[in-house]
């Protein structure tokens, strides 16, 4: 019973943290009241730095919750550095082969164009470039690692079942909220690629810095050449 009791505690933290991360765009309204912003007319620039400013009040709240799991895995990670980094290296060219190769076939076979989640984040870009480096090459990649990755990890026994599990709600938050018609849906499969190599690279490691890494290699490598 007690058992059955701390799975279910477990799961309902996962659940809150999916909430949190869901709605955590209201902390940018802090800001929008401390300055005064008008909400009628938000810039682009404006809007790069409040989101910038509500991942970063994700990742001190992700930390704050999983600081001592986190403080181990670091040791862990950087003991084992080179050996992380082998499996990192390889299940990212996994992870993005397979990204570029769904990418095209859907966009040749469907002219579906690219995912709206990509244009999102090129439009913010073009805003404020270098912040949107730090914003998508740094604090996304924690925050995502952490809720998509770490959050749950140890509640699923069949890491296969994990593995797949998480790359799937991986690609469906990446295009959910930017869904015109069910050919976007098939974008899930490109990100959730990625998203299942992460999964794997963390369960091979057991250190969850391993995924972060490598997922801010990808997001700042793509954030500088859309800048470049």
Not at 198 to 212: D, G, H, Q, R
């Amino acid at each position: 019973m007690k058992d059955i009791e701390k799975k279910l505690i477990s799961w309902g933290k996962v659940l809150l943290i999916f909430l949190l991360f869901n709605y955590s765009w209201l902390f940018q309204l802090i800001p929008v009241y401390i300055f005064n912003i008008g909400l009628d007319n938000i810039s682009g620039s404006t809007n790069v730095l409040l989101s910038a400013f509500s991942s970063c009040i994700m990742v001190f709240i992700l930390f704050f919750i999983y600081r001592k799991s986190i403080r181990e895995e670091a040791k862990h990670f950087f003991k084992n550095f080179w050996d992380c980094f082998d499996v990192g290296i390889v299940s990212w060219t996994v992870g993005l082969v397979i990204m570029v190769a769904s990418n095209i076939l859907i966009s040749t076979l469907f002219d579906a164009g690219v995912a709206g989640n990509e244009q999102s984040v090129q439009s913010m870009i073009a805003s404020l470039p270098w912040i949107m480096v730090i914003n998508a090459g740094i604090l996304a990649p924690i925050v995502e690692e952490i809720i998509f990755r770490k959050s749950y990890e140890h509640l699923i026994k069949n890491k296969i079942i994990y593995v797949l599990i998480s790359g799937f709600i991986f690609g469906l938050a990446h295009v959910t909220g930017n869904i015109n018609s069910w050919v976007d849906y098939l974008f899930i499969i490109p990100y959730g690629a990625l998203g299942s190599c992460f999964a794997f690279s963390y369960v091979k490691t057991k250190s969850i810095l391993t995924p972060i890494m490598f997922h801010m290699i990808h997001n700042t490598v793509l954030v500088l050449i859309s800048i470049l």
